[in-house]
């Protein structure tokens, strides 16, 4: 879930203070080190790796390309976060206190900013989606490449899968809300021996996808610090 930067507080939410690691450890990881990764165990560890602007992402669970701004070694120096937390929090807490150690321990300051965004509406081919329903016994089985993606999912994971293979926002116009077995395959982008990304999804999928411009909140790192002594 989206955590909004500037909002109302109620007298007792203003009581409440902020949900925090017990205990929390930064150090840098050397050049060629692993990409972002977060798993929040049941016995109450959390570890990630990742750039400062991943981390962000991650953090407030959003996608690359609503997160913009900061020094240049926010999207490049890597940096591996061990932390502790008392008893097993659920995803949306974890998530919380990492908020608050990238902002204390990188000085870490964001705001908000609507822009007009280059997006891609998906929306349904003019005799509808060609998708069979997804196998129950099947449903959360997705495998994916620069090539392919396969599922038995809704159309929220292929949204997602389109954008990170476009690198822009695909926005979901198609009002399909059932899970379908979804087999799409495409050819690299320049190379003749098989369907654009564009026609695989009209041809294999009965959908299509269109260029246009949306407005979307972008979070901006105002300010960042390399983080502070463990």
Not at 68 to 91: D, R, V, Y
Not at 158 to 186: F, H, M
């Amino acid at each position: 879930m989206r955590v909004p930067l500037l909002f109302l507080l109620s007298a007792a939410a203003l009581a409440q203070p902020a949900l925090q690691f017990e205990v929390a450890t930064i150090k840098p990881v050397a050049p060629g080190g692993a990409v972002l990764g977060g798993i929040s165990t049941p016995k109450g560890k959390f570890n990630a790796i990742g750039t400062l602007k991943a981390l962000v992402e991650y953090a407030w669970s959003l996608p690359f390309y609503q997160v913009s701004g900061g020094p240049k070694w926010a999207s490049s120096e890597l940096f591996e976060i061990t932390a502790k937390q008392e008893g097993h929090a659920g995803n949306p807490q974890v998530r919380a206190m990492l908020q608050e150690l990238l902002k204390q321990r990188f000085q870490l300051e964001l705001r908000e900013e609507p822009r007009p965004f280059k997006v891609f509406f998906l929306r349904q081919g003019k005799r509808g989606s060609k998708m069979p329903p997804a196998n129950p016994d099947a449903l959360g089985q997705i495998s994916a490449s620069n090539t392919f993606f396969r599922g038995h999912t809704g159309v929220k994971s292929l949204v997602a899968a389109l954008s990170n293979q476009l690198q822009s926002p695909v926005l979901d116009q198609t009002g399909l809300t059932a899970n379908y077995a979804i087999d799409l395959n495409w050819a690299p982008a320049g190379t003749p021996d098989g369907p654009s990304l564009f026609s695989a999804v009209e041809e294999q999928l009965g959908l299509r996808l269109e260029s246009g411009k949306a407005p979307m909140t972008v979070l901006i790192i105002t300010r960042a610090e390399h983080p502070s002594a463990n």
